[in-house]
């Protein structure tokens, strides 16, 4: 591997990594169309810091994404504040996000929608609440997952 001085400038983040280092966005849920097949197939699930929902993906949803492992979105209302109060929201979650994503492997999509508390709140226990909302969706996609499996096994079979 090139040393970070190798690179041309502007190359090399801020965090001094290269760029094959520098994490991936893939994991970010972006199109209007997305969201909204996630509001429309999950249910409204609560945290103590924000709400959320989550909807595994179909066959063809699964065509269209970069990603075959989980996409996370956020959603911040103008009711949280002037666009520098949300965008710190949003910066903040991203990170935690970021951190807690290891979590989380099924292919689903998670919409987060953060409660003004986020903003006062410390930023160790925003880590902990994402872990433990990314844990509980991985659990319940895994249940989801494995009901259908467990059905056909104990279906009597015809002579």
Known sequence: MRAPEDF???RVSVLG??????PSTNFRLRKHADYQRVYKAGRKQFG???AYFFALRDAETAERSETAG???GLTVPKALGKAVARNRIKRRLREAVRSAL???SAPVDVVLHPKR???EAEFAV????VQTIFRSVQ???EKRIAEPAGQQLSEPRGR
């Open 8 to 10: 041309p400038p502007g």
């Open 126 to 129: 925003l880590e902990r609440e």
């Open 117 to 119: 508390s986020v903003l």
């Open 17 to 22: 990594k290269t760029p094959s280092m520098v």
């Open 70 to 72: 989980p996409r996370i």
């Open 48 to 50: 103590r810091q924000m």
């Open 139 to 141: 659990a319940a996609v």
């Open 102 to 104: 290891p979590a989380l």
